[in-house]
């Protein structure tokens, strides 16, 4: 039988992070799929496949991140920085290319993805977590 790792306080609020991303994708990817008439009804472009699309890669992705902490993978660490990059790319091209207008939110939202990143590259950065994602690997 193999012995659980204890997930250090900071790893664990960064599951927790990657589990609300990746159930607010799930979400995304539902309503795609169950609203598609309503949505291509009433959103402008580019529709309920679009959204359908991105909330399933999100998604998938997310739980692949999730195993891949649950696994302690020493790959996790790396993985994690480059997928934090592109989601973070991935809003603000949406949010810049895709979507039909700027919100007045901006700053705000600009801040808090600066915030997490940051808080991210903190956690798979530092070296009291080097311990917790080189125990094991696949």
């Given amino acids: 039988m193999t012995e659980r790792i ?14 609300i991303f990746t159930a607010w994708n799930g979400v995304r990817l539902a309503t795609g799929l169950m609203w598609r008439d309503t949505l ?3 959103v402008a472009y ?8 991105t909330g ?4 998938v992705a997310g739980l ?3 195993w891949s ?3 302690a993978a020493i790959w996790t660490r790396v993985v994690l920085i480059g997928a934090a990059g592109l989601y973070a790319a991935w809003f603000w091209v949406d949010r ?3 979507q039909a207008q700027m919100r007045a939110n901006w700053p705000f939202d600009l801040l808090i993805t600066i915030i997490l990143l940051a808080y991210i590259a903190f956690v798979v950065f530092d070296p009291y977590n080097e311990n917790y994602f ?3 690997g696949l």
Avoid: D, Q
């Fill in 6 to 19: 204890k997930l250090p306080f900071r790893i664990t609020l960064l599951v927790w992070l990657v589990l």
């Fill in 40 to 42: 291509a009804t009433y």
């Fill in 46 to 53: 580019p529709g309920p496949l679009y959204i359908s699309l």
């Fill in 56 to 59: 399933a890669i999100w998604t």
């Fill in 64 to 66: 692949f991140w999730l």
């Fill in 69 to 71: 902490f649950w696994r």
């Fill in 96 to 98: 810049l290319l895709v």
């Fill in 134 to 136: 080189e125990k094991r």
